[in-house]
């Protein structure tokens, strides 16, 4: 597998590909106060990792289209995203660990794109979760539900899809869980949404 610095690179030299069509866009949820939120492209997830399928089980069934990877998003990004935010930036969301979203993060900066919501999802000694989250305090108030959710994957899905499409400065929150960690799970996963900056 190749390093993060050469991945950069593959990424720097991808800007010479052909690109070729993109797929639509779903459309937006409506929210409980009447906005909508922004459409979601696709889900990432990974496929090793049980939080991270239970995740996806649930964007799936939001109606949000899902790609899995195994660690290694290099396919994900040379025959999917790079041709399709070549056509205009598009809002992505997953739950990976720390190497995919580090490197999507760094390629979304040049479509104008940040990550505009991202929870660490850490295992402590006492077999509890914390969640430490950051973004639109609207997104942060529907988290409050972690605190008693054994279901966290699940319930994160649907927080990822209820961003609002104006975003004021990011909040911070930090939500302790019970939780049941699988043995495949690792101590840390993330949870992000990377979309346009628009400040409300």
Known sequence: MAS???????GVAALTLPIAAGG???SSISL???ESSIPLYKMVF????????AFAKEAERLGVPIHGIKGDMTDLWYHDL????KEGPVAIAGMTAHGAIFCLERLA???RMRVVFRADHRVLPDGSIEHALSGPASMLRRAGRLSSERNWAEEIASIVTRCPPSRPQPSLANVIGPTV???DDPDHLISWLIAPVHRG
């Open 4 to 10: 993060r610095r050469e991945f950069l690179q593959m």
């Open 24 to 26: 639509s866009l779903p």
């Open 32 to 34: 409980s106060n009447g």
């Open 46 to 53: 990974d496929e090793r990792f049980a939080a991270s399928r």
């Open 82 to 85: 790079y041709a399709r935010w």
């Open 109 to 111: 900066w040049d479509q």
């Open 181 to 183: 960690k699988h043995a």
